[in-house]
């Protein structure tokens, strides 16, 4: 991994391209601009920012991108507190965001899906117990389309899987004898994917001709950026941060918020919600919204109509913003069965970064912050909110050890 | 013989979990203690994850009996866990009760071996007896 510290911070260019727009910063400014997608994002690139990047060398220029839209990942395991737990925490930790699961014992009553897989990873079992796969795992591998497959299971049952899966990579196991996780491999292995797909997507790997450092997926950056954050904020832990983009909503959180039994060594998680953003993915926000029993209600509140869902204007990104902002929350609610459910209770603030910060004002977001405590989990708790409007968080984590 | 422990529920009674933890190891089994707070579900999964012979489970603050009817149907959702040995232990009621009764209710919940207000030696002594039962059978 590049060491940041060996380059001197203070001059540095920090490139971030998303699937909706680009940033870049600099000491003394930070520019976005709208992505340009009749354009390779290279060119679209030199074209809006040619001449701040000309000035600085290609050793001090960081990119990180969520552009690539990801990996897709395809989990089996055998339990849904251990493996397919365990797998899923790090998978969100590692960058990932497309992520399906299979519980191995009914493996027969899943269908097939239809994509690509980039990756299937396969685990179960802690070290003393063995025989947790058999022949029913080989059949439906076989009709399965994947581009990479990796085990991290029971170390008994790798020379089985290794007769049995061709080309599969063996790392040692994700579970370990006190049935705790254990991340380094895995994370390792799934963020060097990451990185050989960005190699691979002709779009990005243009990138590397106005750059010599690592490009990093995006929420890697920002969660590397999260134990620093008292160095630009008044954040008190625990905290939530909330990143709602144009294709997926990111949420990283303190692990005191986990009524859990993954024990990390991280201090803060991360966590996806795909199909959840306000332009790639509106479509399924405002289903998801249509489905929620409190939206109306809440559109009342902010003094709006469901009709607002079909106009296109400023006031129309606000709502679906903040209607963004209140179902993820609800999501990480005991009310939404997601995978993790934080003690949203306990948290002392909410910190929202992104393009989200440059169209609602603190205000506008506090208030939906105070229905979603009011009328989802009735409770005057009141957090404070903070907004990075400056992506002082990414330029902390894409930066580094300054 | 490997057995997955623990406090089920919103119970954070840990002093017996401890003591359990090493007793039963000094009996010489493989632990698996997922400590308190743990829910049902986080038990079963567990014997799946070890291949456990059996569930040592506590209960202290009396909420057992709230749950006591899901066992069953939990238990049915999962494909191998027929033979696993099911115990539980601890205060298993709110207040006081007769213990022929509560007994008969938590064997009929799908338990093999229920020892309500008894000591841990007793009880372990119990477990050990019924493993080596089944084993001859
Ligand atoms: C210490 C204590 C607490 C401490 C716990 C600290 C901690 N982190 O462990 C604190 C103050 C936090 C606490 C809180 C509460 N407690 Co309290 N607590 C006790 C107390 C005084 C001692 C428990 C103890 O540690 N005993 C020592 C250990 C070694 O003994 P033991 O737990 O009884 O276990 C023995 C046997 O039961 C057996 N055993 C246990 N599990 C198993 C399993 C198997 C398989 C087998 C074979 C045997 C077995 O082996 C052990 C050794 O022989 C008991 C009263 C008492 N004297 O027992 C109440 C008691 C358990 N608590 C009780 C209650 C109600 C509560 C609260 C709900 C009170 C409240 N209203 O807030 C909360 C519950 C919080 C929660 N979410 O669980 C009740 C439970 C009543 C019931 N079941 O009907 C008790 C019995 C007090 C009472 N008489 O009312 N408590």
């Known amino acids: 991994m590049t060491d940041y510290a060996m380059t001197d911070g203070n001059n540095k260019l920090l490139i971030d391209v998303g699937s909706t727009y680009f940033k870049i910063s600099t000491l003394d400014a930070i520019e976005q601009h709208f992505r340009d997608f009749n354009k390779g994002i290279l060119d679209d690139l030199m074209a809006k920012c040619g001449e701040t990047i000309s000035r600085f060398g ?20 055998v339990t849904n507190s251990f493996s397919l737990k365990y797998a899923t925490s790090i998978a969100f930790n590692s960058g990932i965001n497309i992520i399906d699961t299979i519980l191995y014992q009914n493996i027969e009553d899943y269908s097939l899906p239809s994509d690509l897989i980039d990756v299937v990873i396969i685990v179960g079992g802690a070290d003393t117990h063995s025989d947790l796969f058999s022949d029913s795992l080989y059949s439906y591998l076989k009709q399965l389309d994947y581009s990479n497959i990796v085990y991290v299971g029971t170390a008994r049952d790798a020379p089985r899987i290794r007769e049995n899966i061709k080309d599969v990579v063996v790392l ?92 990390t060594e991280n201090e803060y998680d991360r966590l996806v919600f795909k199909r959840l953003g306000v332009y790639k993915s509106k479509q399924s926000l405002i289903f998801a919204a249509q489905s929620n029993e409190f939206v109306y209600e809440l559109l009342t509140h902010l003094k709006v109509t469901e009709n ?88 902390l984590g894409a930066g580094g050890n300054q | 013989m490997k057995v997955v422990t623990g406090v089920v529920g919103n119970d954070i009674h840990v002093v017996a979990n401890r003591l359990i933890d090493l007793s039963l190891q000094a009996r010489g089994y493989e632990v698996f203690n997922l400590g308190v ?34 066992v069953r149907l939990l238990k049915a959702n999962y494909k191998t866990l027929d033979d696993l040995v099911m115990m539980i232990g601890g205060n298993l009621v709110v207040g006081s009760g007769n213990t022929e009764d509560i007994v008969a209710r ?15 030696n007793t009880g ?7 493993l080596e039962e089944r084993s001859q059978s």
Not at chain 1, 58 to 77: E, F, M, P, R, W
Not at chain 1, 175 to 198: C, F, G, M, P, S
């Open chain 2, 37 to 70: 707070n743990t829910h049902l579900e986080e038990f079963f999964d567990a014997a799946v994850e070890t291949g456990a012979d059996a569930l040592v489970i506590s209960s202290l603050n009396g909420e057992a009996e709230g749950w006591g009817r899901e």
């Open chain 2, 106 to 120: 938590y064997k009929n919940y799908g338990f093999d071996l229920v020892c309500h207000q008894v000591d841990l």
């Open chain 1, 172 to 263: 040692p196991n994700i579970i370990d004898d006190r049935l705790h996780i254990v991340e380094e491999h895995l994370k390792a292995y799934l963020t060097n994917l990451y990185q050989q797909d960005i190699e691979g997507k002709e779009d990005i790997k243009h990138l590397y001709d106005i750059t010599d450092n690592q490009i990093f997926p995006t929420p890697y950056i920002v969660n590397k950026a999260l134990p620093m954050i008292d160095a630009k904020f008044s954040v008190t832990d625990p905290f939530i941060l909330l990143d709602i983009g144009g294709a997926t909503t990111d949420i990283h959180y303190s692990k005191d918020l986990v009524e859990d039994n993954i024990v």
């Open chain 2, 124 to 130: 372990l002594d119990s477990l050990a007896a019924f």
């Open chain 1, 58 to 77: 290609k050793q001090d220029i960081h990119v990180c991108s969520s552009a690539n839209g990801g990996l897709s990942t395809l989990i089996i395991g």
């Open chain 1, 308 to 395: 607002i869902f079909n106009e296109q204007n400023d006031k129309a990104t606000k709502v679906l913003m903040q209607l963004a902002i209140f179902l993820v929350l609800c999501k990480m609610s005991h009310h939404g069965k997601s995978f993790i459910n934080l003690k949203l209770l306990a948290i002392n603030s909410i910190v929202l970064t992104g393009g989200i910060t440059k169209v609602l004002t603190v205000e506008e977001i506090e208030i939906i912050i105070a229905f979603f405590y009011k009328k989802i989990l009735t409770s005057d708790h009141n957090p404070v909110t903070v907004l990075d409007s400056n992506y002082d968080i990414w330029t």
